[in-house]
């Protein structure tokens, strides 16, 4: 076991299988991660591996076929992955918050029909919240139901879809007229069911194509369009009796993003880490490596304090959760610092690569290229101290 980044309290069934899951990165992920991520393929046969391990099943109730781990554990699964490869945990981590959706807030019909075929990974999820002119403000989303009959016919544009290709079910946030005085109370979600693939893969839905990146590939990241997509009251997550409830579900699941996104950043931080403690210590300048330089040792000594707090903040968010605690704000600390913390952290260990960093032959030019997604990915680092800062106002504020 490495000395950073360890959790103590773990079950013995927790640390096995983190310890299966590094296993899998070492030998499976990280000798293919280069290639894939180059040549923006999907890891088909990394995919089929993580199947057979019961990974899409991970905290999904044993009762529906799952392995009913905790969030704390996921997250910890999640940074492994990202310790391998940022886009494997991707293609988890859109799956896990449908899941987590379903399992706290679906209707029983829901529950019994979904989640025995997402657990084996045969139906893999995607979150659909964003729109092309929204941003960070979930309010000014334009995408809406309209109630007609027994059915609703959803028209709109929604944005930033990880999975949106390969998923048969996406959890999908609209505007519905509820007579709300809140906008929030106006807002519906909807589980859209479709055939995987690009073109119109449901009647009035369709996923037009891929977006290309400049990191993040492997993964496909996603439009899609809804064109008089009609879909029983039955689809609305949790029941008919759920519609206006969308926007306070979303935001449940939206906590849990924030946990997999902070888990995500300290899996390759690890990894950058790695890889520049491993190059410092090969290189040499001067007659000695370059790892016995202060100021190279200084590098090495911040990288790991880093990597510490970063991890703490994220196995802390994720044990409030599973406590059944609030916990936005400590979600928004740890997605905030681990981000933070990751963009410093590989760019720290690009610069002790020096001129090599910056070969495609070197693994930390993609690590480069993938850490400044998770500044902005499940809210831009000044959404989350926005999110922070009015947690604490309202805690001590004065009376």
């Known amino acids: 076991m490495a000395r950073l980044a360890r959790t103590p309290g773990l079950s013995e069934e927790q640390v096995a299988i983190l310890e299966t899951v590094r296993e899998f990165a070492d030998k499976e992920i990280i000798p293919r991660a280069q290639h894939l991520e180059h040549a923006d393929e999907y890891p088909e046969q990394i995919i089929a591996g993580m199947r057979e391990m019961g990974l899409f099943g991970l905290t999904i109730a044993e009762e529906f076929g799952g392995l009913g781990e905790s969030l704390l554990t996921y997250a910890l699964v999640v940074e492994e992955l990202s310790r391998g490869w940022m886009s494997i945990s991707g293609i988890v981590n859109t799956h896990f918050i449908v899941a987590y959706l379903i399992g706290q807030h679906g209707s029983d019909e829901q529950k019994a029909r979904l989640l025995p075929k997402m657990a084996t990974g045969e139906m893999r999820g995607a979150f659909s919240m964003s729109e092309p002119e929204t941003g960070s403000d979930v309010s000014a989303i334009k995408s809406r139901a309209q109630l007609d009959g027994d059915s609703y016919v959803l028209n709109g544009q929604k944005m930033w879809l990880t999975n949106g290709a390969y998923s048969s079910i996406v959890a999908t946030l609209v505007k519905t007229d509820q007579g709300a005085e809140s906008v929030y109370g106006n807002m519906t979600t909807f589980l859209l069911e479709k055939a995987p693939g690009f073109g119109q893969t449901a009647p009035g839905l369709t996923i037009p194509g891929k977006i290309e990146k400049m990191g993040y590939k492997g993964v496909e990241t996603t439009e899609m369009v809804l064109d008089g997509h009609r879909v029983p009251t039955s689809a609305v997550l949790g029941g008919a009796d759920q519609a206006g409830r969308g926007f306070y579900q979303m935001m449940d699941g939206i906590e849990v993003g924030r946990v997999n996104v902070a888990a995500r950043a300290c899996g390759i931080s690890i990894r950058a880490f ?92 993609r690590l480069m290229r993938e850490a400044p997604f998770l500044l902005i990915g499940e809210g831009t680092s000044e959404i989350q101290r926005t999110i922070i800062s009015r947690g604490l106002l309202k805690e001590y504020g004065l009376r």
């Open 274 to 365: 790695e890889l520049a403690i491993g190059y410092a210590q090969q290189r040499k300048t001067f007659g000695k490596p370059i790892a016995q330089h202060q100021a190279i040792a200084f590098k090495i000594a911040d990288m790991g304090t880093k990597i510490e707090a970063a991890h703490a903040l994220m196995v802390n968010a994720a044990r409030l959760k599973d406590a059944g605690q609030r916990n936005d704000v400590e979600a928004g600390m740890a997605k905030l610092l681990a981000s933070e913390y990751c963009h410093e952290i590989v760019t720290e260990a690009f610069r002790i690569h020096g001129g090599y960093g910056y070969s495609k032959e070197y693994e930390i030019e």
